[in-house]
């Protein structure tokens, strides 16, 4: 039986009056400064956890009484000593490995002071965080009808420890990805390194709302502590992974814009029949936040190590825990918000709702959209064939690609640049395109004239009116003229 601790603190009022409800009727100020003084405590013992493996863990949850205000304006030296004294506690208990949850995690090194203070390794949850973070936003978006090979993404904060590891894996699932950061060249070199190893189209902007506005998924990890996203920034049906600390995402997001999905991450399900984690922390039974899982993943796996500290996560070591997850029998089994978990229900309601909101959108914009109206739905693209999805969203659960019958674009501008290097050709080069511009420019004479009109495509003529066929050649001003061109 392998062992592990997992040190957490209040987030709100309710974490304390889930304990002692008579402290509903305590002004909550009242309430973070009497609990402040209090030591360290054990809040929970933890069992039935038991890998797919056959190992199995046991564990404790232990409370630090400060909230995240109290947390972040203490003097990190003054809530080093707090963090620390729970650590002992873990120890005598016998943990092998402690994990630390929340601001516990933000506050100062991240970890790095607290680890060098004890003599049991210590993680913060962040690699298995960002990895569900990914794993919840690709979930979410195809709860939400989008297919993610088809879509626009965006990072918010993507040259951050985190950020550039969830641009890095999330770009090879999309079209398209956005990078979002202050400097320029950082986002420069970043462009550059992700568009050498994947298929996706990479763009930079130092811009966050212009970013988004037409992004079907957003992940936001900036530092930044300003709101960066309001309601009106993003279109219908969105998906909006929020993992920053203070938040990147306004909450008038969450309370005006019932077509949108906003989430923290995912919510990860524990293994084991008689999962009991002692304490009420407001998920679903056998659920909890990645972190946390995180946490008992290296005890089961036995990796008694510091495998997440400080500011700089690997994307090896985000994949290497999200296989051990999968080992295990841990997976992403739901979405929170503000540290709890969303409802199924609100999920689907949050997709209905966007069906119309997102047909109001795309019939609204001057180009770029089109949409084919049936008697049984619509389906929606852009310009390019691209984000193509059926309406009502739940249409597009049993949708499947069909094989390819020609090479897939890896993105309009990247194909061209690949033919012109010498590449593969482009999947609309000149022989295709070419004849594609004559019907559609026949298209535009024959909405200036009543009737048939009849084609040569070889002689390039129109055969049955004079006037429509003047139109197939420009006039040339006095003075212009064309010369042809030898190669």
């Known amino acids: 039986m392998e062992r592990f601790a997992f040190i957490l603190h209040p987030l709100r009022q309710e974490d304390f009056t889930r304990k002692y409800p008579i402290l509903k009727?305590?002004?909550?100020?009242?309430?973070e400064e009497t609990f402040k003084h209090m030591p360290p405590r054990v809040l929970s013992h933890i069992t039935g956890i038991e890998s797919r493996t056959g190992a199995q863990a046991e564990g404790w949850f232990i409370a630090v009484p400060m909230t995240p205000r109290?947390?972040?304006?203490?003097?990190f030296e003054k809530v080093l000593p707090r963090i620390v004294r729970a650590g002992r506690m873990a120890e005598e208990l016998g943990a092998q490995i402690i994990g630390l949850g929340a601001f516990l995690k933000v506050v100062g090194d991240r970890g790095v002071s607290v680890a060098r203070a004890l003599n049991t390794p210590v993680t913060t949850g962040n690699s298995y965080t960002a990895g569900s973070a990914l794993?919840?936003?690709?979930?979410?978006?195809?709860?939400?009808?989008?297919?993610?090979?088809?879509?626009?993404?965006t990072v918010i904060g993507a040259t951050g420890a985190i950020g550039s590891v969830c641009a890095r894996i999330l770009a090879k699932h999309v079209a398209q990805i956005t990078l979002v950061a202050r400097k320029r060249d950082r986002l420069e070199a970043l462009q550059e390194e992700i568009a050498r190893s994947t298929p996706a189209e990479v763009h930079i902007s130092t811009d966050s709302r212009s970013a988004v506005r037409d992004a079907d998924m957003v992940i936001a990890v900036s530092s930044a502590t300003d709101v960066l996203i309001e309601p009106e920034d993003l279109r219908p049906g969105a998906v909006v992974c929020d993992v920053a600390r203070p938040r990147n995402v306004s909450a008038a997001v969450y309370e005006k814009r019932n077509d949108?999905?906003?989430i923290d991450g995912g919510v990860i399900r524990v293994p084991g029949e008689n999962?009991?984690?002692g304490f009420n922390f407001g998920f679903p039974p056998k659920h909890a936040e990645a972190c946390i899982a995180e946490?008992?993943?290296?005890?089961?796996?036995?990796?008694?190590?510091?495998f997440t500290l400080g500011a700089d996560i690997r994307v090896d070591q985000v994949e290497e825990i999200t296989r051990l997850a999968h080992k295990h029998g841990f997976e992403v089994a739901g979405f929170r918000r503000f540290e709890r978990a969303i409802p199924d229900e609100e999920v689907g309601q949050r997709a209905f709702a966007s069906i119309d909101a997102l047909a109001d959108f795309i019939l609204a914009q001057p180009q770029g959209y089109q949409t084919v109206i049936g008697d049984k739905g619509m389906l929606t693209t852009g310009t390019y064939g691209d984000v193509t999805r059926l309406l009502p969203v739940d249409k597009m659960k049993d949708f499947k690609m069909p094989p390819p019958l020609l090479t897939r674009s890896p993105g309009h501008m990247r194909d061209f640049i690949r033919a012109c290097k010498g590449g593969d050709p482009a999947c609309s080069n000149f022989e295709v395109a070419a004849p594609f511009v004559e019907w559609m420019l026949l298209g535009v004479i024959a909405l200036r004239h009543e009737g048939k009109l009849e084609y040569d495509p070889d002689k390039m003529r129109i055969t049955n009116n004079a006037e429509a066929n003047r139109l197939l050649k420009p006039e040339i001003r006095k003075g212009w003229d064309f010369h042809a061109v030898k190669l």
């Open 25 to 31: 009727a305590v002004p909550f100020r009242w309430v």
């Open 70 to 75: 109290l947390l972040l304006e203490t003097p």
């Open 295 to 306: 946490t008992i993943i290296l005890a089961l796996e036995r990796r008694f190590e510091c």
């Open 260 to 262: 949108v999905l906003v």
């Open 135 to 153: 794993q919840g936003t690709l979930l979410a978006a195809a709860r939400m009808g989008i297919r993610a090979e088809e879509a626009q993404a």
């Open 275 to 277: 999962v009991d984690f």
